[in-house]
C-alpha cells in the first residue's frame, strides 16, 4: 500500500534560518506529491504540488522536488518567518475508480522563532 | 463563499454517546470526505463520498457511519462513543479528482 514518511519534528529555527524537512513515500504507479500546512485552529491548507518526476512545486517561498530515484519530496525555504510556524504535511494520490485518495504523513511541526 | 464548513467546533462526550457532526460546503463539490487526526499519524480517510446519495470506506471506518442525503452536506455519526474516537476531525471536498479544500476541524473528546 501507499505510505508517506517526514521527519519528526519539531523542528525549531530562529528566524532567517534555512528549512528542510525530509519526505519520503512508497506508492504503487505514479503519485502526484502535496505539501499541506496547518496553521494554528485552522484546517489545512494546499501550500505545493507536484504531478511528475522533476516537477517542483513552489509557493511563498517554500520549493519541493518530486524525486522518482530517491522517492523523495523535500520541502525547503531559504529564510523562514515567524509567520511560517505551522504543522507540515507530506501526502501523497493516487488514483482509483473509487475516490481521490490522499495519504498523509505524520505531520511535523515547525516553530521560528524571532 | 464559506467554502467548507463544520458543525460543532468542540465537543466533549461520554462513553456510549451518541453524536452526529456537520459538514457542509457550497463549492458544488461531487466528492466529499472525512478524515480524523492523531498526533503524530496525519489525517486518516473515515469515510467519504463520490456523490449525492453514495458513500464509501475509507482507512479507518469502524465505529462510524456517514451519509450524504444532499450534495452540500456530509454526515459523520458516532452511534456509541469510544475513547479511542478522541481526535480531530476534519472534512474535505473536492471536483472529482481535484484539489482537496479542507474546514476548520472539530475536536472531540471522549471520556
Known amino acids: 500500500g501507499n505510505s508517506v514518511t517526514q521527519m519528526e519534528g519539531p523542528v525549531t529555527l530562529s528566524e532567517e534560518a534555512f528549512l528542510t524537512i525530509n519526505c519520503t513515500y512508497t506508492?504503487?504507479?505514479?503519485?502526484?506529491l502535496f505539501w499541506y500546512v496547518q496553521y494554528p485552529g485552522e484546517g489545512l491548507q494546499l501550500l505545493l504540488k507536484a504531478t511528475k518526476a522533476d516537477d517542483k512545486g513552489s509557493n511563498k517561498g517554500f520549493e519541493a522536488t518530486y524525486r522518482k530515484e530517491t522517492t523523495s519530496f523535500h520541502l525547503e525555504k531559504g529564510s523562514v518567518q515567524v509567520s511560517d510556524s505551522a504543522v507540515y504535511f507530506c501526502a501523497l494520490k493516487t488514483y482509483n475508480n473509487a475516490g481521490n485518495m490522499l495519504t498523509f504523513g505524520g505531520g511535523t511541526r515547525l516553530m521560528v522563532k524571532p | 463563499n464559506a467554502g467548507v464548513t463544520q458543525t460543532p467546533k468542540f465537543r466533549v462526550l461520554k462513553t456510549g454517546q451518541s453524536m452526529t457532526l456537520l459538514c457542509a460546503q457550497d463549492m458544488n463539490h461531487e466528492y466529499m470526505y472525512w478524515y480524523r487526526q492523531d498526533p503524530g499519524m496525519g489525517l486518516r480517510l473515515i469515510h467519504y463520498s463520490v456523490g449525492e446519495g453514495t458513500t464509501a470506506k475509507g482507512e479507518v471506518p469502524d465505529g462510524y457511519n456517514v451519509s450524504r442525503l444532499k450534495k452540500q452536506n456530509f454526515l459523520l455519526g458516532l452511534e456509541s462513543a469510544a475513547p479511542s474516537q478522541t481526535s480531530v476531525y476534519f472534512c474535505?471536498?473536492?471536483?472529482?479528482?481535484?484539489?482537496?479544500?479542507f474546514g476548520p476541524g472539530t475536536r472531540l473528546t471522549v471520556t
Open positions: 506508492a504503487t504507479g505514479y503519485p502526484s
Open positions: 474535505a471536498s473536492s471536483y472529482a479528482a481535484g484539489r482537496q479544500y
